[in-house]
């Protein structure tokens, strides 16, 4: 190998300078820029996160805390105070699935549960949950769509339970406590009376508010027993609507 050779040898083998691996100013001005993009994109996407939760509160919102039912949950609070709406309560039931939500109420100890024939229409599966925490799946025993009322099985034992009206008498004036589920509450108590035309088409008057949710929710006497049971609110008025007790007594199972 001559001399020549040797340093073109030399030069083809040269180590680049360390200077040559630190970034360049156009490398400092690329990464800058990807950085300040990373930031807009995390930035645009924790706005529509907090956009999206804002426009589901603004939903709810209203059925939370409207007026009516800031009313009606200062209500409740003073009657739940009274030891026997407070019984009452341990045996009203949430009937729901994952897309809607009614109520119910025990009037056995082995599991029988009166709902509104619209509540569970369309349920699968039907579940109860009482106040103490306990689930169950039911299965509609027996219903009837014209009447608007349906019957519930579910498998338990010594459940808490409401008694029914078996006189069936009752009049306007009378007063009322109903218990349910009104929009997005639970176990809430109010109270009322029977508003004068009741029964005249089969069906009873309420003075008691009533909302979504209501359906399914028992009228409860001043006797404790149950002589009603709310289906519907009238748009024209704003009068809760019931099922007087005498008809939901023709459509029970023998010997309940």
């Given amino acids: 190998m001559n001399h020549y050779d040797k340093e073109e040898k030399e030069e083809q083998f040269e180590e680049p300078s360390i200077e040559e691996f630190l970034p360049n100013e156009e490398d400092k001005r690329l990464s800058d820029k990807q ?34 039912s800031i009313k ?9 105070k009274q ?14 699935d994952q897309h809607s939500k009614g109520t119910g109420f025990n009037i056995s100890k ?7 024939y619209h509540v569970v229409e369309d349920m699968n599966p039907i579940t109860v949950t009482f106040p103490s925490g306990d689930i169950f799946q039911a299965d509609i025993l027996q219903s009837n769509p014209d009447l608007d009322l349906a019957i519930l099985h579910i498998k338990a034992e010594n459940l808490p339970a409401l008694s029914l009206s078996d006189s069936g008498t009752w009049g306007v004036s009378d007063q009322i406590y109903v218990i349910g589920n009104p929009l997005l509450h639970n176990q809430i108590a109010i109270d009322g009376e ?6 005249k088409n089969g ?7 009533i909302y979504k949710g209501n359906s399914g929710s028992p009228v409860i ?34 010997g309940y």
Wanted: aromatic share 4%.
């Fill in 110 to 116: 082995n599991g029988l549960i009166i709902t509104n």
């Fill in 221 to 254: 006497g001043q006797d404790g027993t149950v002589i009603g049971v709310v289906f519907a609110l009238s748009t024209k008025d704003q009068t809760g609507l019931a099922i007087p007790i005498e008809k939901v007594l023709k459509n029970l199972p023998e």
């Fill in 83 to 96: 030891e026997e709406i407070q019984k009452y309560k341990e045996a009203v039931v949430t009937v729901q």
């Fill in 194 to 199: 029977i508003l004068k035309g009741s029964n």
């Fill in 203 to 209: 069906v009873m008057l309420l003075s008691a508010p």
């Fill in 35 to 68: 950085r300040r993009r990373n930031i807009i994109v995390r930035r645009i996407i924790a706005s529509g996160v907090a956009i999206a939760l804002l426009v589901s509160l603004l939903q709810i919102w209203p059925q939370v805390f409207n007026l009516s």
């Fill in 72 to 80: 009606f949950l200062h209500k409740s609070a003073e009657l739940s």
